[in-house]
């Protein structure tokens, strides 16, 4: 496979603090590990660039936006939570992880690449409509979403989110449509509160919403059966045009933030299983943008065990 592959100093930018979890090490370990392995020189490097607000706007409200660019220029400690901490150039940096999202979606269309993986910060999946929240400032995945059914008349479309916490703001943002599927497995009863499996959407949209809670200690076996027994067939019902991961990595044993168990390899367990879909329904188009992980010896190996499945024929 031709995996596109996004990475930007100015990721770094986005200043969260002393102590906080979303930190810029995130990215910079991951870089350093990621650079080390044989098999980087295969990823196609391509260029960040910051998102249209046209792009944002089909997401987020306009006053939202602007209260972001007000609150961040202006020194600011943190946007709508104590948690979504910001500085200076963090609306700036947010711009940038949702148009990096959306340079995947043009290299993947024009088939320069068959699918792509954004090493962006800040994260995304429970910014809402109008409020940051959960480290997330906009909703990169969503951003992207839109953009693939607006620019590219992508028409159905799935997300599946494997971070750790449930992708409030996602799920949200799409449970009326019936042409995304949101997907979501993670710890429950657990942050933000949101993803019981009655949460099947709403209105139009009954039935496009998957949710797969987990108990604090689930293995890998445990994710597997629930990807064989419900995830996988859900996907083979709807029969996507295009898949988007919301690849969180705070699932890991080790992460500081969480507890569920899962190895390093389960990422790769479950990459290849969305790859195999991919290639049945997609033409093996996927994007995968970051979202949590916060053990800093942990996330690197989980992103590499990632990639090498993209790469992977």
């Keep these: 496979m031709k995996t596109g592959f996004i990475q930007d100093s100015r990721f770094l930018a986005h200043d969260?603090?002393?102590?906080?979890?979303?930190?810029?090490?995130?990215?910079?370990?991951?870089l350093k590990y990621l650079q080390t392995q044989t098999w980087f020189d295969s990823l196609i490097q391509i260029e960040a660039v910051s998102a249209d607000l046209k792009a944002i706007l089909d997401v987020h409200d306009a006053d939202y936006i602007r209260r972001a660019e007000e609150v961040c220029r202006s020194g600011n400690s943190y946007l709508d939570s104590m948690d979504v901490s910001v500085c200076t150039e963090s609306y700036d940096v947010a711009l940038l992880a949702a148009g990096?999202?959306?340079?995947?979606?043009?290299?993947?269309?024009?088939?320069?690449?068959?699918?792509?993986?954004?090493?962006?910060?800040?994260?995304?999946?429970?910014?809402?409509?109008?409020?940051?929240?959960?480290?997330?400032?906009?909703?990169?995945?969503?951003?992207?979403?839109?953009?693939?059914q607006n620019t590219h008349g992508v028409k159905k479309i799935a997300i599946i989110d494997w971070d750790v916490h449930h992708g409030n703001g996602t799920q949200h943002l799409f449970e009326e449509d019936p042409s995304v599927?949101?997907?979501?497995?993670?710890?429950?009863?657990?942050?933000?509160?949101?993803?019981?499996?009655?949460?099947?959407?709403?209105?139009?949209?009954?039935?496009?919403?998957?949710?797969?809670?987990?108990?604090?200690?689930s293995s890998d076996r445990d994710y597997e059966n629930v990807f064989?027994?419900?995830?996988?067939?859900k996907l083979d019902e709807f029969n996507p045009e295009f898949i988007l991961i919301s690849a969180g990595f705070d699932a890991h044993k080790s992460d500081p933030l969480a507890n569920i168990n899962?190895?390093?390899?389960?990422?790769?367990?479950?990459?290849?299983?969305?790859?195999?879909?991919?290639?049945?329904?997609?033409?093996?188009?996927?994007i995968s943008l970051l979202e949590g992980g916060?053990?800093?010896?942990?996330?690197?190996?989980?992103i590499g065990k990632h990639l090498v499945s993209l790469l992977q024929n």
């Design 16 to 30: 969260t603090g002393p102590g906080h979890p979303e930190c810029s090490a995130r990215i910079s370990e991951s």
């Design 100 to 148: 990096s999202a959306l340079q995947l979606a043009d290299h993947v269309i024009n088939k320069k690449v068959d699918n792509g993986f954004a090493l962006l910060r800040p994260p995304g999946h429970h910014a809402e409509m109008s409020m940051a929240m959960g480290f997330c400032l906009f909703n990169n995945i969503a951003v992207l979403a839109r953009y693939l």
């Design 181 to 217: 599927l949101y997907i979501s497995i993670h710890q429950y009863p657990f942050y933000p509160g949101t993803g019981n499996y009655t949460e099947t959407g709403t209105g139009k949209g009954v039935g496009a919403t998957l949710n797969c809670p987990m108990p604090m200690g």
């Design 228 to 233: 064989i027994e419900k995830i996988l067939p």
């Design 262 to 286: 899962l190895s390093s390899d389960a990422f790769a367990w479950m990459t290849k299983r969305v790859m195999e879909k991919a290639n049945q329904y997609c033409d093996n188009r996927i």
């Design 294 to 302: 916060y053990n800093l010896d942990a996330l690197p190996v989980c």
